[in-house]
């Protein structure tokens, strides 16, 4: 669990200036400003730094020396938040199914929170568009400020995160029940950040949330979206790119 400080510190990182109850109208308020302020970032392991997944290793990281993450970092600290703070989390370990033609390795770390309300995917480590805020697991349609989700029941995969677009739902991921813990997650981390074949391994990405649309970093080309256009272009130096990366990002490393 966080201290009272270190929960003081974190909300200051991500621009949380209320006071936090545990209700469905801070979980959602605690996500959106978390995808806002905390970049996607897989800096350390392109550049051969080891990660550490202990939550006082990632509130340093994260929180104090204000970089960013990736799923089995940002979601593994902000579900600690959430504990600390009094909510009911669970972690799930998922498929991520988007593009996939054939079931994928569990490569994903997600949580739920259960409310009086129900029960609520929540995920902020994903660099790709994800909900903004919390998804009920239901398969009612939930219309976001920047999308429609919903969830369906597969037998195999578990509980399966869809987006619809055009009035077709496409799977992004998909969990189960069985109890996870974050000894769990070790193992695939490992392998993300160090196998020559994993995904994580063949270029640098960054991705923010902004109020005009969201930053992205491939390789080493910029993307900035705002609203329908984006501004797209390569820094020709290292210090161009670093300046970038400080702009657009928040990142200093």
């Not at 660099?127 to 999308?147: D, F, M, N, T």
């Not at 063949?202 to 256009?229: C, H, K, P, W, Y």
């Not at 797209?232 to 200093?252: C, Q, S, W």
């Amino acid at each position: 669990m966080l201290s009272a400080n270190e929960i003081s510190l974190y909300l200051d990182r991500i621009g949380f200036t209320e006071k936090p109850r545990a209700d469905l109208s801070t979980l959602c308020r605690l996500q959106r400003c978390h995808l806002f302020t905390v970049p996607y970032e897989t800096l350390d392991i392109m550049n051969g730094v080891a990660l550490d997944l202990s939550p006082a290793a990632l509130f340093d990281k994260i929180v104090l020396r204000r970089r960013g993450g990736y799923c089995f970092e940002l979601n593994a600290l902000f579900a600690e938040l959430l504990s600390s703070l009094g909510f009911d989390v669970r972690l799930h370990f998922a498929r991520y199914l988007r593009g996939e033609k054939d079931i994928p390795k569990r490569r994903h770390e997600v949580f739920s929170v259960q409310l009086a309300e129900g029960r609520f995917l929540c995920d902020v480590g994903v660099g790709a568009p994800i909900p903004l805020c919390p998804v009920k697991l239901s398969s009612r349609r939930q219309a976001q400020e920047r999308g429609i989700w919903c969830f369906r029941e597969d037998d195999i995969l578990g509980h399966v995160l869809c987006e619809e677009k055009d009035g077709k739902l496409s799977d992004v991921y998909a969990f189960t029940d069985e109890p996870c813990f974050p000894q769990d997650f070790l193992t695939t981390s490992y392998f993300c950040e160090t196998h020559p074949d994993s995904f994580f391994r063949q270029a640098l990405m960054v991705a923010l949330r902004t109020e005009e649309g969201r930053n992205t970093v491939s390789g080493r080309e910029f993307r900035i979206f705002r609203g329908d256009s984006a501004e797209v272009f390569t820094p020709e130096t290292e210090a161009d790119f670093r300046t970038a990366l400080k702009t657009y990002f928040g990142l200093e490393y």
